[in-house]
């Protein structure tokens, strides 16, 4: 008699009283609930001592907890994402006078309504630094190597390596931890080694490796022997173990934004957005660059101008460095920089060659570079060298956030792919500096880029601003 395997029947053949569950998960959830109610009371005392009623003060915690459960900003996939997080608390403040005015409808009670609708404001205002600063400690966490997630990596070797590399290069900011990888042919199983990744069997070993491994984490990678009865039973295993399964998609760098699911005659189809390039859709940006460009030299001329004469006083010649750089569209513009390096600089570049340390691509940057000054040391330690671009985006050849500005010669050599780095306009800074500068080895640096023109938005141009000053004081991959 042919007994069905179902995933009923592996709960009842497997499960164990002990269980694994994310005790993290339970205790950041209850972090972000009185994180939440503390800022709806703070936001409710605020509006009662400016007009004197209760009601807000009683009802605006319990709403605006509600809120947050509609939006989902205590569920588990949003809790390490940051923006998306974020986005569901506002969308949930949002929330808060529909409700008021649903209510008015029935009472016409114009108080509540005015209420209601104004606490909406201080209540993001203090749930938002709040749940930064929880998940700034999650991520300190993670660092340590604490509450981070058992991940196991399926699929063929060679996306099994890539992708094991690009979670490696990631470091303790993310909640996946690799802990080993199935993997369906051994081409690659060696440099999959030599990362430090042990291999644990092939996707039919699964069920073994997560029970053994106390994995919390299944990714599976597209392969042609995964079709779609492998996969399935594949995510029966996972859930009886109490993992996510996770199914990474062909397609790497899209944002979720841009990923959504369209059921098709039941299948589920993977919908891929294009791109958002439009000159109409990026005048917010425009102006917002100019805007704070601007009031940045306000703020920072008078030092400028000391950099400017130290930089004069160090060495011989001009304060300002002037140099061709190629723009969006491919367009020739003079970019602006404090003088680091000897004013012969440029005619010595030939003879440096052989230091160069970025020889797997185009750029080129050495280590110790003798022919920097010693007040030019400083200045690209601290990006300092950078503050004259400010200009260069008041004019509007450069933005606050965009690809490396590349020479016209690198230019030439680049491959139709690495062009589409020229449809924006290249930025002060960047994905590329938050993630190491020029300690980043060119593939990476160019996927980088491409990146973030395929998903660039405002709320990512203003995650890299947040994450540029910390990345300036840790000085990393600049030289």
């Known amino acids: 008699m042919t007994i069905e395997i179902t995933h009923e029947h592996l709960v009842v053949e497997h499960r164990r009283p002990d269980a694994r569950r994310r005790r993290w998960e339970r205790t950041y959830r209850r972090a972000l609930l009185v994180a939440d109610a503390s800022a709806a009371l703070a936001a409710a005392l605020v509006i009662h001592g400016v007009y004197g009623r209760w009601a807000v003060a009683l009802l605006l915690p319990p ?12 569920e588990r996939g949003a809790l390490p994402l940051g923006a998306e997080e974020y986005l569901r608390v506002l969308r949930g403040a949002a929330l808060l006078p529909a409700l008021a005015g649903t209510y008015w409808v ?14 909406a404001v201080p209540a993001a205002a203090f749930a938002l630094p709040l749940r930064y600063a929880l ?7 993670w660092a340590r190597g604490r509450d981070r997630s058992a991940t196991l990596l399926v699929g063929p070797s060679r996306g099994v390596l890539e992708l094991a590399a690009v979670l490696r290069r990631a470091g303790g900011t993310r ?24 291999v644990l069997g ?6 073994d490796v997560i029970r053994a491994m106390g994995i919390g984490t299944v990714v599976v990678l597209p392969a042609p022997e995964f079709d779609a009865a492998a996969l399935r039973r594949m995510s029966w295993t996972a859930a009886v173990h109490d993992a996510d399964f996770l199914l990474a998609p062909v397609l790497t760098d899209v944002s979720a934004s841009r990923l959504a699911v369209r059921p098709t005659n039941g299948v589920p189809l993977l919908r891929v957005q294009a791109p958002n390039l439009s000159r109409l859709s990026r005048l917010p940006k ?5 805007t704070l460009a601007a009031l940045f030299l306000l703020l920072l001329g008078l030092p400028m101008l000391l950099i400017a004469l130290v930089v004069r006083l160090d060495s011989a010649g001009p304060a300002l460095y002037r140099q061709q750089r190629v723009g969006r569209y491919g367009d020739h513009f003079t970019m602006l920089k404090f003088r680091t390096m000897r004013p012969d600089a440029d005619a010595l570049r030939a003879e440096l060659e052989h230091l160069n340390s970025n020889s797997d691509g185009l750029l080129f940057k050495v280590k110790k570079d003798p022919r920097v000054t010693r007040v030019g040391s400083f200045l690209r330690r601290s990006s300092l060298d950078e503050l004259p671009q400010l200009i260069n985006v008041v004019k509007g050849h450069m933005s606050l956030v965009g690809p490396r500005p590349p020479l016209p010669e690198e230019v030439e050599e680049y491959t139709a792919d690495i062009k589409r780095r020229l449809l924006v306009k290249p930025g002060l800074t960047g994905l590329w500096q938050v993630s190491g500068r020029s300690d980043l080895p060119w593939d990476e640096a160019v996927r980088l880029d491409l990146g973030y023109v395929d998903n660039w938005s405002m709320g990512l141009d203003l995650s890299i601003l ?7 004081v840790r000085g990393t991959g600049a030289y």
């Open 175 to 198: 909640a996946l931890h690799v802990a080993g990888v199935c993997v369906s042919d051994t081409e690659h199983t060696a440099q999959i080694r030599r990362l430090g990744v042990p």
């Open 63 to 74: 709403l605006w907890i509600a809120a947050m459960f509609a939006h989902r900003a205590y």
């Open 202 to 207: 092939g996707a039919g070993d699964l069920d």
């Open 286 to 290: 425009e102006a917002l660059d100019r």
């Open 135 to 141: 998940r700034r400690r999650l991520h300190r966490r």
């Open 106 to 119: 029935f009472t016409h009670d114009a108080g509540f309504l005015h209420d209601m609708t104004t606490a």
């Open 466 to 472: 947040l994450r540029t000053g910390s990345a300036v």
